[in-house]
């Protein structure tokens, strides 16, 4: 092959820092690629799952954490089939939007009677951006699905902003270069429409407004297609399962710095290793890595990593992360909060919020535990779950605002997902010869999948560039190119 070198002998140890799904997901494929004698060393500060986590209660878990999967998520689709677990349907009840004082739109069960409400609140216009929307997502799925062709291939890319190019050419870099509100405002959306439809999806999916970039609201806006699932028992079965499957050994620890070292091994040659330095209790370890991955957002406040003596050094991470709660309870809503009409007639499984100040939550919607396959609904039983999320803890008073009565409140605080401040550039996946990130990715979109696209391209790359396989990674023109190798 052009660009291959002379074979080298495998790696010896591999370290990856974090469990979540980008973690698991590169060890196993790192699994793959580098075959059974490498050792992989997985480190992980607290639970396997990371952000995909549960919360129990009375005995039920419910997702706390990245819940829902879109039916085009492939891999996340592959691993549930091939390591043995099952999927459930995701709840889809009806959604109603409120803006502190009313529901400015309601959800019906009829297509049409939701397409006759669109005109009426929005004019005839908003047929056409709803079909625009259709359109554009279609689109944007089937240019995302061609990562999967590309992986399939075994090709690698070096940057986030290479792999976008990859797939949708200059309009995916410049959905990532502009903010949503650009992108619709240029398409001739009003004002009204943006507010009351588009922006309330944006709240509950990523906790912000119309300012993020076009491609994570892409991404979000994907979030209303039908079809959404979940992995029963708990989505992040999917990682102890890879994690499993890739033979590694789980470290219960925390990575405290990584350091470039040179070291004399057996054959007498210097080689350059990585020094990762731990602590698990209250005890200091520390261990020598050929190739290091780091699976975690890179910031004091979330992983508190340092590089020590990198030549050129290391930047220093400031990647802030939205705060974000979910708090799950069991009570009877009080829905003449929201409408004038009472619980029995009150027929919304989700209800959205307007960016409005005032208002306390971002979303509150009805949720199963991760055994059920239903669609709750409101109606049938007084007490059901709810699942709120907010920038902030809930007080006892506001639930109370939200609920007639309640009988538990469980509630889990996260660092969720970047701020999105378009035009940015992503962090760099490549930190040093053999030391790679995972996180940037999130800085175009936050989801499972985007996570496992990145464990995947992670594992490739550093194959590749362990093996001097320069032809497989960066290549141009990739769908054409394997159009024709068909
Ligand atoms: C509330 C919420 C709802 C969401 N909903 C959805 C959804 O419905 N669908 C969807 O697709 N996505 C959703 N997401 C996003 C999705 O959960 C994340 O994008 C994804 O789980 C990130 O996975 P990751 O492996 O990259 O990172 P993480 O899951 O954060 O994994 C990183 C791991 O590294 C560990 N770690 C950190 N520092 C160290 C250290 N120094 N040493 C050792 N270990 C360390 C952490 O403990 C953590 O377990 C949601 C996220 C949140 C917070
Ligand atoms: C990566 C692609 C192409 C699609 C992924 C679509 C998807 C499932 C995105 C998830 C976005 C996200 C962070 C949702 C958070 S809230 C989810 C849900 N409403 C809940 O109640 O938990």
Request: glycine content about 8%.
């Amino acid at each position: 092959c052009p660009g291959s070198a002379a074979p080298r002998s495998p790696p010896e140890k591999i370290a990856v820092i974090g469990a979540g799904i980008g973690g698991t997901s590169a060890a196993y494929y790192l699994r793959q690629k580098f075959g059974k004698d490498v050792k992989i060393d997985v480190f992980e500060k607290g639970e396997v799952g990371g952000r995909l986590a549960t919360l129990t209660m009375q005995g039920q878990e419910y997702e706390s954490g990245g819940s829902i999967i879109h039916p085009l998520n492939l891999h996340m689709k592959r691993f549930v089939k091939d390591l043995g677990l099952s999927a459930v349907q995701s709840p889809s009840g009806l959604v109603g939007v409120y803006n502190g004082e009313t529901l400015v739109y309601e959800e019906s069960s009829w297509f049409i009677i939701n397409m006759i409400k669109l005109i009426w609140y929005y004019g005839f216009q908003s047929l056409r951006m709803h079909m625009w929307v259709e359109d554009i997502l279609d689109k944007f799925m089937s240019l995302f699905k061609r990562i999967y062709r590309y992986q399939s291939h075994d090709y690698a890319f070096s940057s986030v902003e290479k792999l976008l190019h990859s797939l949708g050419g200059d309009d995916f870099l410049g959905l990532f270069n502009r903010s949503l509100l650009e992108t619709l405002q240029k398409a001739g959306f009003s004002e009204k429409f943006l507010d009351e439809i588009i922006t309330p999806v944006m709240r509950v999916n990523y906790g912000q407004t119309m300012n993020i970039n076009g491609f994570v609201g892409a991404v979000s806006m994907s979030c209303t297609d039908p079809g959404l699932w979940a992995v029963k028992g708990g989505n992040k079965l999917v990682c102890s399962r890879l994690l499993q499957a890739s033979k590694s050994n789980l470290i219960s620890g925390s990575v405290m710095s990584i350091e470039e070292k040179t070291r004399t091994k057996q054959t007498g040659n210097p080689t350059k290793v990585y020094e990762v330095v731990y602590q698990t209790g209250p005890e200091i370890h520390s261990d020598f890595y050929d190739i290091v991955l780091v699976a975690t957002p890179l910031n004091q406040k979330m992983s508190n990593i340092t590089f020590l003596n990198f030549d050129p050094p290391i930047e220093e991470f400031h990647q802030y992360y939205e705060p974000l709660v979910t708090t799950l309870i069991k009570g009877q809503l009080n829905s003449t909060v929201f409408s004038s009409r009472a619980l029995d007639e009150f027929d919304l499984g989700t209800i959205l919020t307007t960016d409005n100040p005032d208002l306390f939550i971002n979303s509150i919607g009805l949720v199963s535990s991760v055994e059920e396959n239903n669609n709750p609904q409101p109606k049938v039983e007084r007490a059901h779950v709810w699942k709120v999320f907010s920038a902030g803890p809930l007080t006892k008073e506001q639930i109370l605002k939200l609920f007639v009565s309640y009988d538990y409140a469980v509630k889990q605080s996260w660092l969720a997902y970047p701020h999105y401040t378009p035009p940015e550039k992503c962090p760099s996946t490549i930190l040093h010869d053999q030391l790679y990130y995972l996180n940037g990715i999130e800085f175009a979109a936050s989801a499972m999948e985007m996570s496992a696209v990145a464990g995947y391209n992670a594992a490739l790359l550093a194959y590749h560039r362990w093996n001097g396989h320069t032809h497989m990674i960066d290549q141009e023109d990739l769908y054409e190119k394997l159009k024709t190798e068909l």
